[in-house]
């Protein structure tokens, strides 16, 4: 009886129009190549060491505060305008590496023990009100997917045909810019407005900008898509927490009153939305990096589709380096930020051509990816944004 052969279906072949135009080389490394070149240090975390950080925030996060509170006993009605501002400014960028510190813990980057990260990732979150175990399993799919077209949970661009555009072939402005989007200098700082300051929030309720699921989704429905059905105590926990975190605000409210509470805790929070938010759209989102479909798409490649952003050397050390070593962070999420710039050097030299990074100043970067990068198209395999 002769051997039956199995048919074999020959793979698509990509299509990577797109990178050609724009002369983008899709990279052959692996995982294994570029975690070989970093130091085996780079890996250890050191429970004793990632909590120095956090007294670290604690003791900026209460000096500010203590300061604060001197600002209503100074006489000069200017002086108190112009310190309160100083005030949020500065508290809002130690708030958001107190929440660096908590999304490191739902990295299990914080220590070996994952007890210990949880613990302290659940108190730092909730006290920021950020729902700890359900973002923490939402931002581990976008790491899993990032830069894929349609897996990656967030950062995923509005397509053509969703963008009120006619297809390619029919669009006289083809790849643009296309009129419709041209915007007033107003409208443009709105729609920036209401990213930077309601983005944040919009996306655990209702996860906008998010991958869609059939009913929706939000962070606080534990029976929702993003979700599995052993992850629902998890959620439910979150969503306690944030509920005693808003029941302690409004005690404080009652104490110390509604005012205190706006000005010490509220003006902040919304600054540490607005670097959260800030931060996360430039790593993800520039005109010169693609998104990758199935046919082209791995994790290591997924990975590399990240800008490296500094943002001063103060900014930077008081958010612990996210921005400026993100790549390093996609590639090993738990590798702890206190190595993340040394082993950005060597990821660095591991990339070559296809490290990311943009030393574009952070409000003319941000005003140029929000006009240029408004949609892609609904075909190829690697897209890039166009306006």
Known sequence: MATQRKSVVDPVKPNIDEAIERNWEIPTFTIKEIRDAIPAHCFRRDTFKSFTYVLHDAVFVSALALMASY???????????????LYWIAQSIVGFGVWIIGHECG???F???KAINNGVGFVLHTALLTPYHSWKLSHSKHHKS????????????????????????QDPQADGPHDMFHESPIM???GLFEMLVFGWPAYLIKHTTGQEYPGGASHFNPNCGIFEASQYWDVVSSVIGIGAMISLLAYCGQVFGSIAVIKYYVIPYLGVNFWLVLITYLQHTDPKVPHYRDNVWNFQRGAALTVDRSFGFLINHFHHHIADTHVAHHFFSTMPHYHAEEATVHIKKALGKHYQSDDTPIALALWNCWKACRFVEDDGDVVFYKN
């Open 146 to 169: 990032n830069g894929h077209m349609v897996k990656d949970q967030v950062h995923i661009p509005a397509l053509r045909s969703k963008s009120g555009l006619p297809p390619r072939d």
């Open 71 to 85: 600002i209503d006993t100074i006489p000069n009605i200017y002086a108190r305008v112009a310190l309160w501002p």
């Open 188 to 190: 443009t700082l709105y």
């Open 111 to 113: 220590s070996p023990s």
């Open 107 to 109: 990295h299990q980057a």
